[in-house]
């Protein structure tokens, strides 16, 4: 079935099954490999992006469902983002592979919460896994993207 | 692996031939395929540094990037006595090669914290020698001598102003004799080397989304495969029946390979729609029905055998007898799972004259081999590239989802991503194998410590992966932390049983350091606590303070390191404000000290442990005497990733398995630490490097450490002794029964 999307600003047009994860499709259809899959449960947040400005898990979201709908992924989050800002300049990243889900999760929470307390990041962020234990990190980089 | 023959070790710094356009240094194995043609001929790029006439200088990364900051650590040491900015280099993962052997392990493999230990005098010295061959050309171009000429910045200067960049002088370079002594750097003219300001230079990439991981891979007319694999730990494929999987959309073959039936597709969600539809009947194999009640009955009765000595003095069974008072304690550590983010997967092109694996590997040189016998090509035919990895842990030196890859390619003529899902990964892993330690310690009238008794009953990791390395029934991998015992105990006994419990071993961050540690430092605190003394003063009090050899030191630091202990002991304490008094319930402090890959570390924990005993981590204050750090910063982050790494193990881990097969499946079964578990305070203090310290390990000790620390710290603020990890309610609770509490038995 054809599905057509806007994608990073573009759009974006794809023929396959309605059911397949968005995931799927920004990876191996669009090629669009930074939007990481994790567990295919919705359980690590590695997949996360954002639908309509608020942070999804793109591996439970079927491609059926976003026609039409404006999806944003770690390559379309800009490059100045306070986000990306500060996950540079802390050095956030250990392996990686968690990263784009964990910065889209907290591109999403600064949209909605301008100075997030700690109670508020880890309310946020506690869905995203990073097995490298980058929290202490991510935390900061939040707190230092909030005041940019 | 005890069939495949590992090249003869060589000098990697060899004389070698101008390659036209570039500086040649050493020597160079383009692929595994090129090996006997590279051993012949010296033409080639060079093992560690590649300079171009455009002055682009490329730094050969020889040790797998996945996390812990090879990729800019390893390049900084390079750069410091290239003489060139590392922020300005090209860095390249390096192919299987004979040069980037890891003398610590024998292999070029990334493990075992050493990739710095290794790297640490050799990539120095390969950036001098470079640097000494780029300084020589310029002397001989300009009829000066080479004390004459000045390498800075990525160009010589010399005599009269004269200048040439590194691109202009590489092809002479290249021609120059490889200089047979090369001094280094004194530490004081190092710029690059423990600069705290250093980023890392792979964060830009893995900012933008753009780093390439195994799973992002993609080559022309690549197909996806999904895979069933047997639920039972060495099951194998009956029969099955793929009339529904291979008439669903994109679905391209369906093949059986060693361990299980594919679906190959055109993209993977349509081979794993596919997959789910597949009927396979298992022959279950040789643990069909192993259970919780049959491991834990196999470790018990295993344990009740003699095991084999590895470290022995005095007369510790006499000497427990004569013993004023004996403190006995049995531990139960279990199963854990590695559970990278990155599931398992390897893009596999195998054709008739030659195959291409791309692949998230921590052995890349092994790939080679295995796909050789998987595939009937032989592994010069076999090109390695090994992409960034979303985490290792240890699982990544097994390569068997590599030869999966391979053999479901071959079987369909076609380029195959293979891709595991969660429940894949973690139902088909390596485990860190659980074990049972029984310990008892000797403490005479004048309460001095007079004996102590160690038995370890555990499967043997080694035995499966690198049998040559067992020797006389001790796994060099399942003593450590305790084969460098750090206590005085003038006779002491330690033994160690290997039991298989049908649950396939692996290396796992840490090994048995995480083990053994927990019992050592978990029992020695029980005995402080028995004879009422303070647990860091009595640590302090009865530290071996000679300088032994041990037996058995594989990453060790070899010696007795009763003074380093102190040091970081005296120093978390101070740094910690142990000893002052905690405000609010439920609290405590604990403290636990280890030497693991030669480097000494204490932590002291401060836990809040509620009402229904669910534990908080809220502190960890470190002191650690690593020697001399390369890249600070990310020095720092392997201590902040080892902490939670492991309190996801001490806290909530543990695979259990239920009809010969593992039964946590995804992240709700197997609970990690999430952000509002990690510790709000983190804090880690260096101990100053001494002259001519080489560097400790950093990837792994910490995880063993907070884990002692926290169970400690539970005991403080309950006033109970958790034998059994994890730390979860249950078990805390299990614990509390009055009839755990150590009391000395009369003798």
């Known amino acids: ?148 | 692996m005890e069939n495949i023959k590992m090249p003869a070790r060589r000098d990697f710094l060899k004389s070698s031939a101008a390659v036209s356009g570039g500086l040649t240094l050493g020597f160079y194995l383009p692929s595994a395929s090129k090996a006997a043609e590279a051993q012949a001929v010296t033409h080639s790029p060079n093992a560690w540094v590649k300079i171009g006439t455009d002055n682009a200088v490329t730094i050969m990364c020889a040790r797998s990037e996945m996390g812990q900051d090879v990729y800019t650590s390893l390049a900084m040491l390079i750069a410091e006595e290239l003489e060139v900015d590392v922020n300005k280099v090209k860095i390249e993962f390096a192919p299987p090669a004979e040069a980037y052997i890891n003398a610590l392990l024998g292999g070029q493999l990334t493990g075992g914290s050493t990739s710095v230990r290794d790297a640490w005098e050799k990539l120095r010295k390969a950036g001098a020698s470079a640097r000494m061959m780029l300084v020589a050309a310029a002397a001989e171009k300009w009829n000066a001598k080479p004390s004459e000429c000045k390498a800075v910045g990525g160009a010589v200067t010399g005599p009269g102003g004269k200048r040439a960049t590194y691109g202009q002088l590489a092809e002479a370079a290249a021609k120059m004799e490889v200089p047979k002594d090369v001094p280094l750097k004194p530490t004081s003219e190092w710029k690059q080397v423990g600069n705290v300001k250093q980023k890392r230079l792979d964060t830009p990439a893995k900012v933008a989304g753009t780093a390439v991981f195994g799973i992002d891979v993609r080559v022309p007319d690549m197909l996806y495969a999904a895979v069933a694999m047997p639920p039972m730990i060495g099951g194998k494929v009956e029969s099955f029946n793929d009339e529904r999987a291979k008439n669903m959309p994109g679905v391209k073959a369906v093949v059986q390979f060693s361990r299980g039936v594919a679906v190959v597709a055109d993209s993977y969600w349509q081979a794993k729609k596919a997959k789910d539809l597949l009927e396979v009947t298992w022959d279950a194999g040789p643990n069909a029905n192993n259970d919780m009640r049959k491991v834990w009955g196999g470790l018990k009765e295993a344990s009740n055998q003699a095991g084999a000595v590895f470290r022995e003095a005095g007369d510790a069974d006499g000497a427990l007898k004569d013993a004023a008072q004996v403190y006995e304690a049995t531990y139960e550590l279990p199963f854990l799972s590695h559970s990278p983010m990155e599931p398992m997967n390897t893009v596999a092109h195998v054709r008739a004259d030659g195959a291409t694996i791309i692949t998230p590997t921590q052995f890349q040189q092994l790939v080679p081999f295995v796909v050789a016998g998987a595939t009937g090509l032989k592994p010069e035919q076999i090109n390695v590239i090994t992409t960034f990895l979303g985490g290792g842990f240890g699982r990544r030196v097994e390569v068997d989802y590599t030869i999966d890859a391979a053999e479901i390619s071959k079987a369909v003529g076609a380029p195959v991503k293979l891709v595991w899902s969660r429940e894949d990964d973690m139902t088909h892993d390596s485990y860190r194998p659980g074990g049972l330690y029984k310990v008892a310690m000797g403490v005479d009238a004048a309460g001095k410590l007079i004996a102590y008794r160690y038995h370890g009953t555990s499967p043997s990791i080694s035995s499966r992966l690198f049998p040559s390395i067992v020797k006389d029934g001790v796994d060099p991998f399942s003593v450590e932390a305790i084969d460098n015992f750090p206590y005085a105990v003038v006779n002491h006994k330690l033994t160690y049983q290997m039991h298989d419990a049908g649950i396939t071993p692996g290396y796992w961050r840490g090994v048995s350091h995480n083990q053994n540690c927990y019992v050592v430092e978990g029992f020695i605190d029980e005995v402080a606590a028995a004879l009422g003394k303070d647990p860091i003063q009595f640590r302090i009090d009865n530290f071996e303070y000679g300088q032994e050899k041990h037996k058995w030191s594989g990453l060790s630091a070899g010696v007795a390191v009763g003074g380093r202990m102190k040091k970081v002991l005296e120093d978390v304490r101070g740094k910690s404000g142990w000893g002052s008094k905690l405000s609010g319930e439920g609290k405590g402090r604990g403290v636990a000290v280890m030497e693991g890959y030669n480097t000494v570390m204490a932590a002291v924990v401060e836990v809040t442990v509620s009402k229904n005993y669910d534990v908080q981590v809220d502190k960890v204050t470190y002191s650690i005497d690593a020697g001399p750090l390369i890249h600070p910063d990310q020095a720092r982050a392997q201590v902040e990733s080892c902490t939670i790494y492991g309190m996801s193990a001490a806290l909530y881990g543990e695979i259990t398995v239920k009809n010969g097969g593992v039964e946590q499946m995804n992240f709700d079964q197997y609970r990690v630490v999430r952000m509002n578990e990690s510790p709000k305070v983190l804090d880690v203090h260096w101990i100053a490097a001494g002259k001519d310290q080489a560097p400790g390990g950093l990837g792994e000790p910490a995880t063993a450490v907070v884990t002692a620390a926290i169970g400690n710290a539970i005991y403080a603020a309950t006033g109970v002794r958790v034998r059994r990890l994890p730390f979860t309610p249950e078990n805390i609770k299990a614990f509390a029964d009055p009839r755990h509490t150590m009391k000395p038995k009369s003798v």
Request: aromatic letters at 4%.
């Open chain 1, 1 to 148: 079935m054809l599905i057509s999307f806007n994608l990073n600003g573009k759009q974006a047009n794809t023929d396959v099954a309605p059911d397949t994860p968005l995931l799927w499709v920004l990876r191996d259809t669009l090629g669009m490999t930074g939007t990481k899959f994790g567990c295919g449960k919705a359980l690590c947040g590695a997949c996360t992006v954002h639908l309509n400005g608020q942070a999804v898990r793109s591996c439970q979201t079927p491609i059926g469902s976003v026609a039409g709908q404006k999806v944003t992924t770690i390559e379309g989050l800009a490059a100045n983002h306070a986000v990306k800002k500060a996950w540079v300049a802390l050095d956030v990243p250990q392996c990686g592979y968690c990263q784009p889900g964990q910065m889209m999760q907290a591109a999403a929470l600064l949209a909605n919460v301008k100075s997030p307390s700690d109670s508020d990041i880890d309310a946020w962020m506690s869905g995203n896994i990073c097995r490298c234990g980058t929290y202490p990190r991510i935390r900061a980089a939040i707190k230092a993207a909030a005041k940019a």
